[in-house]
């Protein structure tokens, strides 16, 4: 069990929490979790810091404004910049 830090957390960690990876590579993700203590601390860390950042910017609603400009700006973004 890895105690520092990892090259995996980098690669994968991101697209996993997305769910931006096929089965396989969840899978592998999956695996490296269970055997890497520093993934695994992080990836519990992301996942609720992920679940704080809903709950806070879900609990005040966003102006009408701020929605338009949002939504403009994810439809002028290239798919890779929305990673």
Do not use: I, W
Not at 21 to 28: F, G, I, K, M, N
Not at 70 to 83: E, G, H, M
Request: proline share 4%.
């Amino acid at each position: 069990m890895s105690e520092v830090p990892c090259n995996k957390c980098g690669e994968l960690l991101q697209l996993y929490l997305d769910g931006e990876l096929s089965e396989a590579e969840a899978r592998e993700a999956e695996a490296h979790l269970d055997e890497c203590g520093y993934c695994r601390r992080y990836y519990r860390f992301e996942r609720a810091f992920r679940a704080h950042l809903r709950k806070v910017l879900t609990d005040e609603p966003m102006s009408a404004e701020l929605r338009v400009k949002l939504v403009k700006l994810r439809a002028d973004a290239r798919p890779s910049d929305r990673l």
